[in-house]
């Protein structure tokens, strides 16, 4: 019973802690944390986890090795480098806000595009379909595809006409279809 009075009481006087340390070195902390991050919310989570800190560490700020201030910028200046670091360690992530403008980079719709003609291309004849992939897919001349495939290069001319035409009809019934 004892014990559990003991660190009740430890507790209240480490809430009391950190509540002083924040009426005190509060503004400062949250000032010098939003200067160095230009942004206050980013900055407020900073000042909370130093506080945190200090709550954890009670003999840090007692040691007598300089000011309790000093130890809390500190502290706040060490996790805005460690902030900074985790963030530029990741991707950019992309932006929610209509405000920013479009992204530039999106390829959701290049994806979407080549799912809808590789699966068009499944529907037309193996013979079309190997002459457009030798031409459109790996970038092939008349010349290359028909060595590539062992045909003449006029059946090569004759079948990419016909599977260009193929192609193009079933993407004109698929906007029918959606209309």
């Known amino acids: 019973m004892a014990g559990l009075r003991t660190r009740h009481r430890q507790q209240v006087a480490d ?7 924040f009426e005190e070195h509060g503004k400062a902390m949250l000032a010098y944390a939003t200067r ?16 945190v800190r200090a709550w954890r560490n009670p003999d840090s700020l007692v040691n007598g090795k300089g000011s309790v201030r000093g130890w809390l910028l500190t502290v706040v200046r060490n996790l805005v480098i460690d902030k900074v670091r985790a963030r530029d360690a990741r991707p950019a992530e992309v932006a929610e806000s209509p405000t920013t ?5 999106d390829h ?20 079309h379909r190997e002459v457009l992939e030798q031409m459109y897919l790996h970038g092939r001349t008349v010349t290359e595809a028909a060595e590539q495939l062992g045909i003449p290069a006029g059946t090569v001319k004759s079948r990419s006409y016909y599977g260009l035409r193929a192609l193009r009809e079933k993407f004109a019934d698929q906007r029918v279809g959606a209309a």
């Open 36 to 51: 160095l991050l230009n942004d206050r919310a980013a900055a407020e989570d900073v000042v909370q986890e130093a506080l």
């Open 101 to 105: 403008g479009p992204v530039e980079h």
């Open 108 to 127: 959701a719709d290049h994806v979407v595009d080549s799912m809808v003609v590789l699966s068009a291309l499944e529907g037309l004849s193996p013979e």
């Open 15 to 21: 809430e009391a802690l950190v509540r002083s340390l």
